[in-house]
T-cell receptor
């Protein structure tokens, strides 16, 4: 049981290049998330998927697209990378609503992305 | 939009002292308030959470209190140890496409425990 796995762990891109961050969870969770983390700004939600087949924008969706490929996988794509997208990206997942006792959000190990 | 404010941004305490971090939230419908600890280069990990039907929860040296009327909640760490040094994030559930589906995070508090 690996939990939430994301790849790659490190990536350097040139401005204008595209790339996809991959995420998979083996906990049979319904909801999946992509966050970015910047110094002094906490974790900001980019996109989320409440269930297979649905996606919705978070706080900072501009410049990103997502695909919920199946229940396990949720990918994040940068179509034309910009230096402002240099950040640490975290994928996360959760089972059901937060009101249900024992449910919380679990994070992957992070992907360090630098755009030069 | 919905936001969570967290204070202080940095906190230094002497080993053995207590540390308190405070957060306020804006969405009166928020009903779930977790705290995460993040060590350098690692993922955020849940340390304690509280739901809106209780006012306080304790787990060994860590406790969280919630005041729904004032819309603020706090993390209390007693008898701090050097291994408590990390960044701590609070969060609140926000009504999304599915009720309570999203978490909005505070900006984080860097806690340093000096030995």
């Amino acid at each position: 049981n690996a939990g939430v796995t994301q790849t790659p762990k490190f990536q350097v891109l040139k401005t204008g290049q595209s790339m996809t961050l991959q995420c998979a969870q083996d906990m049979n969770h319904n909801s999946m998330y992509w966050y970015r983390q910047d110094p002094g700004m906490g974790l900001r939600l980019i996109y989320y998927s409440a269930s297979e087949g649905t996606t919705d924008k978070g706080e900072v969706p501009n410049g990103y697209n997502v695909s919920r490929l199946n229940k396990r996988e949720f990918s994040l794509r940068l179509e034309s990378a910009a230096p402002s997208q240099t950040s640490v990206y975290f994928c996360a997942s959760r089972n059901r609503g937060f009101a249900t006792s024992g449910n919380t959000i679990y994070f992957g190990e992070g992907s360090w992305l630098t755009v030069v | 939009g919905e936001n969570v404010e967290q204070h202080p941004s940095t906190l230094s305490v002497q080993e053995g002292d207590s540390a308190v971090i405070k957060c306020t939230y804006s969405d009166s419908a928020s009903n779930y308030f977790p705290w995460y600890k993040q060590e350098l280069g690692k993922r955020p990990q849940l340390i304690i959470d509280i739901r809106s039907n209780v006012g306080e929860k304790k787990d060994q040296r860590i406790a969280v209190t919630l005041n729904k009327t004032a819309k603020h909640f706090s993390l209390h760490i007693t008898e701090t140890q050097p291994e408590d040094s990390a960044v701590y994030f609070c969060a609140a559930s926000i009504r999304g496409a599915e009720y309570g589906n999203k978490l909005v995070f505070g900006a984080g508090t860097i806690l340093r425990v000096k030995s």
